[in-house]
Each structure stands twice: as structure tokens, then as C-alpha cells.
């Protein structure tokens, strides 16, 4: 119920009361299943996380990686106004264990020394959940205004570098691609701290 509120309707409307409602529940019966609003929303979000769907452990590294990247990325356009609190919410919630296990296996498997694991799967899990919230929140999105248009608001001596990048600028945006980059990028950056060379400059 908390779920689909949150979808029709916006996070705001998630209360206690809304969802007892929603339910058939008095205010205070809910309170059996959960303490409070912030127990509520997490609830909320361990049921968006259990969306995501894990890997395969037989799969190579590189592609449980991606499972769990493409996978959370799609379930952020699934809920896209549910999807954000997961970057509110304290990340050693049961639902969010279950994902980072299976980050961290692979993580592992790249050969990554035990001490930059949780470092790497951080920046990993920043990176999919900052630019899926992006997408969907529309902070990537154009609105009612170009790039073009949004710059010529200001000065352009306030913009001095966005002239040398030109047209560029103006260029509509492949999100699919520029994802996979990005994720192609962390990649390597895990097949370089898991081989030899990388355990060589550690030393």
C-alpha cells in the first residue's frame, strides 16, 4: 500500500495514517507492524530494493556487476518517485545487505584486496543510484528551457568555459550509452585494483 501511495501520489503523501487507511487499519493498529513514520519508510525502501533482482554467482564478475547496476537502474524508472529514498535511507537496511552481498562477492572474484571492497561497491552503488535518481527525478531532463536557452539566462561572462565546449553542449543525450560508460569505466577501475600490477603499486 505504502508502495503504490508513494507512485500515485508523491512521498509526502506516505504517512501513517494514509496507509492504515489504505489498508483498512486504524492509525494505531499499524503501529503493531511498524515503530514509527521512519521505520514506514524503510519498510518502503527494502521493498523497492527487493525489486532489484540478483545475480547469477556462476555469471563472470563484470556481468553480476552490471546485473545489479542495469537492474536497480530499471526499477528506478519502475518507481521513479519512490526510488530517491534510497539515497536518504541508512544503507545497512536488511533489503540493501541483500544487494551489496552479491557487489561485494564480485568484487572479491575481480581479485580486489578485502580492505578496498566496501570502498569500491560504494563508489559503484553511488554511481547507479546518483544517475538512476537523475533520470528519473528529472535532473537530466531539459524542462521547458534548452541548454542553449538555460545559458543564455546569465552573463556569458559567468559561463566562461561553455563557449569552448560549442554545439557539444546542444547535442541530445544518449542515457542508455552514457551509462554503460560510466559503468564500463568502474569496470576497469575494479580490474585494475583486483590484478597483479594493482597489487604491485598497493605493496
Not at 79 to 95: H, N
Request: net charge negative; glycine share 10%.
Amino acid at each position: 500500500m505504502a508502495l503504490r501511495l508513494a507512485e500515485e501520489r508523491g512521498l509526502g503523501a506516505v504517512s501513517m495514517r494514509a496507509v492504515a487507511s489504505g489498508v483498512g487499519l486504524t492509525p494505531m493498529a499499524l503501529y503493531r507492524y511498524f515503530r514509527d513514520k521512519d521505520d514506514l519508510l524503510d519498510g518502503l525502501v527494502g521493498r523497492v530494493l527487493g525489486r532489484i533482482p540478483l545475480p547469477d554467482p556462476v555469471l563472470d564478475w563484470r556481468e553480476r556487476i552490471l546485473v545489479c547496476a542495469r537492474g536497480a537502474r530499471a526499477v528506478a524508472h519502475r518507481y521513479p518517485r519512490t526510488f530517491p529514498l534510497l539515497l536518504s535511507r541508512p544503507a545497512v537496511l536488511p533489503g540493501a545487505v541483500r544487494v551489496v552481498d552479491p557487489l561485494y562477492a564480485a568484487l572479491l572474484d575481480a581479485g580486489v584486496p578485502k580492505e578496498r571492497v566496501a570502498g569500491l561497491e560504494r563508489m559503484i552503488s553511488t554511481f547507479v543510484l546518483g544517475f538512476a535518481v537523475s533520470e528519473v527525478n528529472g535532473r537530466f531532463g531539459e524542462g521547458s528551457l534548452g541548454t542553449r536557452e538555460r545559458r543564455e539566462q546569465l552573463d556569458p561572462e559567468e559561463l566562461p568555459e561553455h563557449p569552448r565546449l560549442g554545439n557539444v553542449l546542444d547535442l541530445p543525450v544518449d542515457w542508455d550509452a552514457e551509462f554503460e560508460e560510466g559503468m564500463a569505466g568502474l569496470l576497469e577501475m575494479v580490474e585494475k585494483a583486483g590484478s597483479p600490477d594493482g597489487a604491485d603499486e598497493r605493496a
